[in-house]
């Protein structure tokens, strides 16, 4: 008698599910990425913004890219436990500049996703329009390659990532209407809590997603809106 390839008499067929038992094989379950958010705060600092704007300058920092490239930005960093925004805009500003200022008033906030160390982030970074009041610029940060107090009207071409330059048209923006009006035409501040829980940090900070290998579809901000 001929046999078929399953040991049985050929014809004779194996039943569906020992078929299927046959030829399944062992799934690897799926890789799942823990989410975490992050929330970081930094601010704008003009100099001489009660002034002509052609003599106002704004505090950036630089840091080097993995190509060697200058990357122009605002400071910023994240919100530490028992702090609220503009706190944080405050402090990081004066840790990454050197120098001191005020929150005058929201400019916006960015946020996007990215991949770091087998989690998945979602980060926001809320920026404010902020008024210079005494210092010297510093880059004794080691995160900061440079600091620099740059032209506001350079801007545009200074700043190396679109959403912060269009923080900077939004501040422009405010700023006439300062000149115009004064203080009391500016919004007013949105209410923050300080932060009651640590937050996990990445340690990509000086990195933004556009950088890494592995970048997340994701919601950004053109700093119109004020973010989660």
Not at 208 to 228: F, M, V
């Amino acid at each position: 008698m001929r046999h078929n390839n399953t040991g049985l008499p050929q014809g004779q067929q194996q039943p569906n599910g020992q078929r299927k038992a046959q030829k399944s094989r062992p799934r690897r379950p799926p890789d799942r990425l823990r989410t975490v958010h992050e929330t970081s705060a930094g601010g704008l600092v003009i100099d001489g913004i009660d002034g002509p704007k052609e003599l106002q300058v704004a505090a950036l920092i630089g840091r080097i890219d993995r190509r060697g490239r200058m990357l122009w930005s605002l400071p910023k960093g994240h919100i530490e436990l028992g702090e609220t925004a503009e706190q944080t805009a405050i402090r990081e500003v004066a840790e990454e500049t050197g120098v001191q200022g005020s929150v005058l008033a929201a400019l916006g906030s960015i946020d996007y996703w990215f991949v770091t160390e087998g989690r998945r982030v979602h980060k926001t970074v809320h920026h404010y329009l902020m008024r210079f009041l005494g210092g010297e610029l510093s880059d004794e940060d080691v995160e900061v390659t440079e600091v620099a107090w740059v032209p506001f009207k350079e801007l545009p071409s200074r700043l190396a990532y679109a959403d912060e330059r269009r923080l900077a048209e939004v501040a422009g923006e405010l700023i006439d209407r300062l000149h115009a009006d004064g203080p009391a035409a500016l919004p007013p501040l949105p209410r923050t809590a300080p932060r009651r829980r640590a937050q996990t940090h990445s340690h990509t900070r000086n990195r933004r997603p556009d950088e890494r290998a592995q970048p997340q579809p994701g919601r950004r901000t053109n700093g119109c809106g004020q973010g989660p």
